[in-house]
Nanobody, 120 residues
Framework: QVRLVESGGGLVQAGGSLRLSCAAS????????MAWFRQAPGKEREFVAG????????DYKDSVKGRFTISRDDTKNTLYLHMNSLKPEDTAVYYC?????????????WGQGTQVTVSS
């Protein structure tokens, strides 16, 4: 069974930084494209950043460009989101999403989320 576990969230002041991690576990898995989404209270879940299988292509929500950096370490099956110059509007639960191939199938998985709170 594939599991994605996020960590690294917390409370930070505006202008501060955080690094989120998403560790994937499971038997014989291969991580394809991966992404970070977020959901603020009362709002729909939205795309934040994505990265291709080999890391050669990345994409970002306009409001986080230049502040957030997505990266991956396939030797550790881990996805990262480095967040700098955080703003109160970045407050949300951040979710990891991954397209995963196993011996059984290929499908998308979600993590349980990690809370990021930015105080003004």
């Amino acid at each position: 069974q594939v599991r994605l576990v996020e960590s690294g969230g917390g409370l930070v002041q505006a202008g501060g930084s955080l690094r989120l991690s998403c560790a994937a576990s499971g038997r014989a898995l291969s991580l394809m494209a991966m992404a970070w989404f977020r959901q603020a209270p009362g709002k729909e879940r939205e795309f934040v950043a994505g990265i291709s299988r080999n890391g050669g292509y990345t994409d970002y929500k306009d409001s986080v460009k230049g502040r957030f950096t997505i990266s991956r370490d396939d030797t550790k099956n881990t996805l990262y989101l480095h967040m700098n110059s955080l703003k109160p509007e970045d407050t949300a639960v951040y979710y990891c999403n991954a397209l995963v191939t196993t011996t059984r199938d290929t499908q998308y998985y979600w993590g349980q989320g990690t809370q990021v709170t930015v105080s003004s």
